[in-house]
C-alpha cells in the first residue's frame, strides 16, 4: 500500500467519522473469505435504526490523468461484496467513473462517492462532473394577462394591464412572478404554458379612473429553451459526492458547499434532457442536496418589493407549482 493511497484512506476516513462519530471505523482490516484473506481498506460497522450494519469502502486514489476508473474495478468491488457479505459497499475515486462503471455500479447496488473536503492535502485530485442547466426564453410578446371580472368592464382607451392594481401594485407583476415560480419548479424548457388562479371571493382592484371586482386571473406564455451540460468541480467543507445521483450529502455542522466554473449565456454542451430524467430530476434522498441551475437569460424579474400579496385570496390547489400532466415533449430541448 502506497503511502499517498494510505493517506486518502485516512481522509475518506476522517469524514465517514464525522457523520457519525459512535459508529467504528476502522482502516487497512484483514478479513477471511472463501478464497483466503482479504484487505479492506475503510471498514464502517454502526447501528441503524436498530439494525446492526457493516459497510466496506474501497479507496482508489488514481491521477485523474490516467483516465477515470473502469468497470473491472466495480467487478472486483462487487465480487468482494458478495463474498464478504457486506450491508453496503461503496467505491470512493475522486478521479470519476466511466459510463460502462457507473452502469455497472447501478445495476450491482455498488455505491461510487467521492471525498469533498476542501484545502486537506491528503484529497489530491477534484470531484469533476457534469452538471446540467436549463437555459430559457420567454418568446417575445407571448405573455398574455386576462382577468375574470365580475361584471362587463369598459376600459378607458389605451388602458394597459400593468395598470390594473392590487393594493397600488401591479397585478401583473404577481402573475410574472408566478409564471417564473412555475418555471422553477416544473423542469420544462419549451411549450405554451397557461396558468389559472381563482379567488375565494371577489377582489377589489385599482384601475385608471375608478376600481373593479376580479374572480380571477390568468398568464399565458411560450418558452423556448434547451438542456445544457457543462463540466464543473465540486467542493464542500466536508462531504461526499454521489457519482450516480449526482447529489451532495454535507457532513453535519455548518458547511460550504461551492460549485466552480458556471458559466451563463454561452456555452456548454447541448443535450436533449439529463440522464435519467423521466418528466422531472430524480427525487432527493433525506440528507442530500444538488444544483438545479435555470439560465433566464436577460430576462427582467420583477423586485419583490413590487409584486402585491394575492396568494392569500387565491384558492389553494390553484397555488400548486408542481404540474403532472405537462406534455413529456415540454421537457425536451429545441
Known amino acids: 500500500m502506497s503511502k499517498l493511497g494510505t493517506q486518502f484512506e485516512l481522509a475518506v476516513s476522517d469524514v465517514v467519522r464525522e457523520y457519525d462519530p459512535t459508529a467504528n471505523v476502522r482502516r487497512g482490516e484483514w478479513v477471511i473469505g472463501p478464497d483466503g484473506r482479504r484487505e479492506l481498506d475503510v471498514l464502517v460497522e454502526g447501528t441503524v435504526d436498530g439494525v446492526f450494519r457493516r459497510t466496506h469502502i474501497e479507496c482508489k486514489d488514481y491521477n485523474p490523468a490516467r483516465g ?31 459510463i460502462d462503471a457507473i452502469r455497472k455500479a447501478k445495476r450491482s447496488r455498488i455505491g461510487l462517492i467521492g471525498v469533498l473536503r476542501k484545502s486537506d492535502p491528503r484529497i489530491r485530485y477534484r470531484v469533476v462532473d457534469e452538471i446540467y442547466i436549463r437555459r430559457i426564453d420567454f418568446v417575445a410578446n407571448s405573455g398574455e394577462y386576462k382577468f375574470d371580472f365580475s361584471h362587463p368592464v369598459k376600459f378607458p382607451a389605451g388602458t394597459d394591464s400593468k395598470e390594473i392594481l392590487f393594493a397600488g401594485l401591479p397585478v401583473e407583476n404577481w402573475l410574472t412572478n408566478r409564471a417564473l415560480l412555475f418555471v422553477s419548479a416544473n423542469q420544462v424548457v419549451k411549450g405554451v404554458h397557461r396558468l389559472k388562479y381563482r379567488f375565494k371571493f371577489p377582489i377589489q382592484m385599482a384601475v385608471r379612473g375608478g376600481s373593479v371586482f376580479a374572480n380571477g386571473c390568468q398568464v399565458k406564455f411560450e418558452l423556448k429553451g434547451s438542456w445544457i451540460g457543462r463540466r464543473i468541480e465540486i467542493n464542500a467543507s466536508s462531504g461526499l459526492y454521489d457519482w450516480i445521483r449526482r ?6 455542522g455548518n458547511n460550504t458547499l461551492e460549485y466552480k466554473g458556471v458559466k451563463f449565456g454561452s456555452g456548454g454542451i447541448p443535450i436533449e434532457y439529463p440522464p435519467n430524467f423521466s418528466n422531472g430530476l430524480p427525487p432527493l434522498q433525506e440528507g442530500e442536496t444538488t444544483t438545479s441551475i435555470l439560465d433566464l437569460g436577460g430576462l427582467k424579474v420583477p423586485d419583490r418589493w413590487d409584486i402585491p400579496d394575492l396568494d392569500r ?7 400548486t407549482l408542481i404540474c403532472s400532466d405537462l406534455s413529456p415533449d415540454a421537457y425536451r430541448s429545441n
Open 68 to 98: 477515470p476508473i473502469g468497470i473491472a474495478i466495480v467487478d472486483g468491488l462487487e465480487s468482494k461484496h458478495r463474498d464478504l457479505q457486506f450491508d453496503v459497499s461503496l467505491l470512493c475515486s475522486n478521479a470519476g467513473f466511466t
Open 313 to 319: 385570496f387565491v384558492i389553494y390547489e390553484d397555488l
Open 247 to 252: 447529489t451532495v450529502r454535507l457532513g453535519p
